[in-house]
């Protein structure tokens, strides 16, 4: 309600007359004063909202009834569990993830399991450590699994939070605060850490093959997410449930030789080394060499604009602190569709190409990009006339791909490659195994973006906790259905101490915006690493 009532406030100068500039300043004033004091009251009497939220959880779940026991015992326990909840949310503060996105949240678990033999004790696997897996970690640190072994398999021990990504490449966020440890997590939840790299799930007996290698071990783009070869020296590893969180990859052409110059943006840890290189290079060229420095960014959805603008201001800003002329440094922004954003709303297009145009940053719209060349890309317009564009470093933030094992296993996948899941984030071919994230793909097409996978976080970790009960006590499971989010809100930074924020046909670009983003960004890193004991 305080995130709807922003909306309007910030909607409501954009549509009143272009003279009237007082009015909208008093306006947009009342507006912030107005939410302020909505915050307040709700930080000063927090057992009205709680009790509101609990009653419409009541009437939500009145209807509620379970295969395997009789509706009179199943409302026993919904009031049971609300009634812990209600006294859980009167002494924590209010999830971030139901503030700003709407979802519930996902620590009330089922009933406690009794304790378990060590011969009848589970296994869990959680390949990959992206936001889905980082939630199910924080849940698991507050309520253990009784009875289950949880191992969490990752090639990195840093999860980057893609929301922080562009404030990275703008210098706002250092490396640690747009990373999440996941080692320091696993410990704190009682999970086990294996630093490996997986190359194949052998679904039929249940086992994952992964190999290992060091912490510090660099990523490669060649290696990554590749098929397993010949002579690879690979570790299997048993599961009674899996859950794959892998992410995505930008589809494209990454290597050596004429590749060398493109990067793509995941994975991060890649990301990292060599946009350190970039800085360096566009200082070298500059400030030593005076030539000027080209950047181009493939892709124009909302990660590709944010890198723009995000790169733009800190490359401009370097060589303006070593002495050198920024307007030598050019970023260029090539995208399939006429307009950037071009699958957002009216508003959110033209407010980005306002930025963008305010920026002098270039964009190429109706491009495909074919193939890389030297010191340049060489593209295909609607026409089918080929077009070169010079640059000294590409990065890629195309359409999202999947890892190339995937395809060497016997899990059902799309015609993308992603992995086909029901509503409940199970797979259609194996119930023992989940999928969430980027790599999975849902009966109602979604968009590959962060904030999906935040909403879909709550649902997983409460489904591998249901099957998981079901068989410690062989009772029935009732996996909950995950229902994406009609219109979710999204903050794109512009580097430059503003931010956009879109909601369905709304889109707001003001510098309060950014000043939310900081405090969303910091209340999901917060969540994210609690202290640890």
């Known amino acids: 309600l305080k995130l709807q009532f922003l909306y309007l406030i910030g909607w409501l100068p954009v549509a009143m007359p272009a003279g009237d500039g007082t009015l909208r300043g008093d306006v947009v004033t009342a507006g912030v004063s107005a939410a302020a004091l909505l915050v307040g009251v709700c930080r000063v009497f927090p057992s009205l909202r709680v009790e509101a939220e609990v009653l419409a959880l009541r009437l939500r779940y009145l209807f509620l009834h379970c295969e395997g026991g009789s509706y009179g015992e199943t409302q026993q326990h919904v009031r049971h569990l609300l009634r812990l909840e209600r006294k859980r949310r009167l002494r924590e503060d209010v999830d971030v993830l139901r503030d700003v996105y709407g979802v519930a949240d996902t620590h009330a678990a089922l009933p406690e399991a009794q304790p378990v033999p060590e011969d009848k004790r589970k296994r869990l696997v959680l390949i990959g450590g992206g936001h889905t897996h980082v939630h199910t970690l924080r849940s698991l640190r507050e309520h253990p699994m009784e009875g289950t072994d949880v191992v969490l398999i990752s090639r990195g021990v840093q999860s980057p939070y893609c929301g922080r990504l562009p404030g990275y490449i703008a210098g706002t966020y250092d ?29 039929e007996r249940s086992a994952v093959r992964y ?54 943006a995941k994975p991060i840890d890649l990301l990292d080394s060599k946009w350190c290189r970039i800085k360096a290079a566009a200082v070298s060229s500059v400030c030593e060499r005076r030539v000027a420095y080209t950047l181009a960014i493939v892709g124009a959805g909302s990660t590709g604009c944010e890198l723009a603008l995000a790169a733009d201001a800190h ?17 260029v922004l ?11 709303c009216p508003a959110a297009r033209s407010a980005m190409a306002a930025e963008l145009a ?61 992995i086909r899941v029901r509503a409940s984030l199970q797979t259609v071919s194996h119930p023992n195994v989940f999928a969430a994230g980027d790599c999975a793909s849902l009966p109602t097409p979604v968009a590959k973006a962060g904030v999906v996978a935040a909403c879909e976080a709550p649902v997983l970790t409460r ?31 512009t580097g430059a101490g503003t931010a956009i924020v879109v909601r369905g046909c709304m889109a707001v670009h003001a510098p309060w915006v950014w000043h939310l983003k900081l405090w969303v960004d910091s209340a999901w890193m917060r969540a994210c690493t609690p202290p640890l004991p």
């Open 175 to 203: 490396f640690s605060a747009c990373h999440v440890n996941l080692a320091q997590l696993c410990a704190a939840a009682g999970v086990k850490f294996v630093a490996g790299e997986v190359m194949h799930i052998d679904a």
């Open 463 to 493: 489904n591998l906790r249901r099957y998981l009960h079901t068989l410690h006590s062989g009772a029935p499971c009732v996996l909950e259905d995950f229902a994406p989010p009609a219109t979710a809100m999204g903050l794109l930074g």
């Open 315 to 331: 490359l401009r800003e370097l060589i303006r602190s070593t002495g050198g002329d920024d307007t030598q440094v050019r970023v």
């Open 211 to 264: 190999r290992a290698k060091s912490p510090s071990e660099p990523q490669s783009p060649v290696s990554s997410g590749r098929i397993p070869r010949r002579g690879d020296s690979l570790t299997e590893l048993g599961y009674d449930v899996l859950s794959v969180d892998i992410g995505s990859e930008p589809r494209g052409f990454f290597g050596t030789g004429k590749q060398q110059h493109v990067t793509p």
């Open 334 to 344: 090539i995208g399939r569709t006429q307009e950037p954003l071009g699958t957002l």
């Open 358 to 418: 305010r920026r002098k940053i270039a964009y190429h719209g109706g491009v495909t990009i074919t193939s890389p060349v030297h010191q340049g890309l060489r593209g295909r317009v609607a026409s089918g006339a080929q077009i070169e564009f010079p640059c000294d470093e590409a990065m890629w933030c195309t359409e999202a791909g999947t890892a190339l094992w995937l395809s060497n296993t016997t899990l059902t996948l799309d015609r993308c490659g992603f």
